[in-house]
């Protein structure tokens, strides 16, 4: 069970099965003094860098970004002067493609504010004063994409470790476009039964989103080999980069809505007519598709294994058996305050980003009063 924990810590840091459970935290990082090794970027003379004084440990973080941002400026650098677009293309390569499945997210997921505030003006009698549909369905499209992203995030997230990352993903690319295409082609025989496809295709396409967060952050965080130093000092970093993507999904919808309305409204301006608010808001979901079906293919034919040989190299050990459940109990044991302070974190974060993101356009109404209701 020790050898587990500290195989958790760090990928090279082995101890033999019959070494005592440490009984802290602290003791299992001090552990690692049978290997004798005490690696740079974790350790500052002899001591690991979490417990450091503040102050000593705040010069010892601002080195180590020095020295390691130098050093990727040299290796930039170098790669410019043989061809100028490849750092371009190893962004590209390592961070765009990676988080292209949040950058779709992104764009469809706040979306709902957007179209919803052109749904205000060209549908009123449904989406204001609920004379032709049914307000209970026209609110439920508020907020079932991030009911579907709840269940996705449940569902996914399990079969990502049961099959792989890389099934996972491709998985969350097929339902994100089949939900984008029903969110495109959307109909009914009356208009409230418009809206009941239309809440319905946001529900799809929310299960696929929550995969998609899940699988990833598991991706980009298990780019290079456990335990090594690109792992240590950059996981965080590559995580982060993959999830600034859903930014720029944000605006691009912005962009593509604003083009969509210049060509199907011939006015120019609002107020927006029936017809060219519908051709708008499919028209948007239109081209997310074409990205989305690309992505399905890519992840599909032309993705390598997730997490591939990398991981493999320290896999084989969990095969034993009762080792995912021994290794388990032992970060719910001796890790559990970060879990919930993490969790917790992430919690608040969220219920503010998504519910700003989310009923943006009733904030910005009930903010400015001359903005018709």
Known sequence: MHEALVWFIRGSCTLSMSAPVQPSEHAVFTSCDQLQSRPSESYAEGVYWADLPAAKRTRWMLQQQREEASKEAAAVWTVFKQDPLEPFVI???????????????????FSI??????????YGPCWQTYTECSEVWTQTTDYFQVVGIILGQLTVGFLGDWLGRRWGMIQDAVVMLLGTIMLAVATGTTTNGWVIMYAISQLVFGFGVGGEYPMTGAQAAEKELPGSKADVLHRGRNVALAFTMQGWGQLANLGVLMVGLLA???????????GAAGATYRFSFGCIAVLIA?????RTWRMKPVPGSKMQRVKPADKEAGREAASFKL?????????????????????????????RNSFIRYGQPMIPR
């Open 91 to 109: 962004f590209w390569e390592h961070y765009v493609i990676s988080g292209l499945g949040i950058f779709t997210a992104g764009y469809v997921l």
């Open 113 to 122: 504010s957007n179209v919803h505030t052109l749904f205000d003006q060209s």
């Open 264 to 274: 199907f409204n011939s006015k120019g301006s609002g107020p927006y007519s029936h």
């Open 294 to 298: 690309w992505m399905a293919y890519y």
């Open 331 to 359: 970060l719910v044991t001796h890790f559990w305050h970060r879990l919930i302070g993490t969790s917790v974190s992430w919690y608040c974060n969220d219920f503010l980003f998504y519910g700003n993101a989310t009923f």
